[in-house]
């Protein structure tokens, strides 16, 4: 069983920016691959970006990738999302999420365990 408890969401203005934290407890591997999704009222629940704990593998969204960072310190259990130039169209609830079987990717069925969520609100 892994545990998934996300902080750091808060309201910020466009442009702005917020790093996203995500601290595991439990059973964490190697070749487990954390992920970030987000929902937007009314949207499905949307891939943004993972990384394998081992930090050899990395994917985002091409929407993010050029504002977005996805980082791990093993240490503290915890991956962070690091999210710069931020547009109100960010705005969403923000899950981590963890793939045990080490496939990751966009797939939402992939993952296992499910953080609570943290809401990103960003103003224009």
């Known amino acids: 069983q892994v545990q998934l408890v996300e902080s750091g969401g808060r309201l910020v203005q466009a442009g702005g920016s917020l790093r996203l934290s995500c601290v595991a407890s439990?059973?964490?591997?190697?070749?487990?691959?954390t992920g970030w999704f987000c929902q937007a009222p009314g949207k499905e629940r949307e891939f943004v970006a993972a990384?394998?704990?081992?930090?050899?593998?990395?994917y985002y969204v091409d929407s993010v990738k050029d504002r977005f960072t996805i980082s791990r310190d093993n240490a503290k259990n915890t991956v962070y999302l690091q999210m710069n130039s931020l547009k109100p169209e960010d705005t969403a609830v923000y899950y981590c999420?963890?793939?045990?079987?080490?496939?990751?990717?966009?797939?939402?069925?992939?993952?296992?365990?499910w953080g609570q969520g943290t809401q990103v609100t960003v103003s224009s």
């Open positions: 439990g059973r964490t591997f190697s070749g487990y691959i």
């Open positions: 990384i394998r704990w081992s930090g050899d593998s990395i």
């Open positions: 999420a963890v793939d045990a079987n080490g496939v990751g990717g966009p797939v939402r069925s992939r993952y296992d365990y």
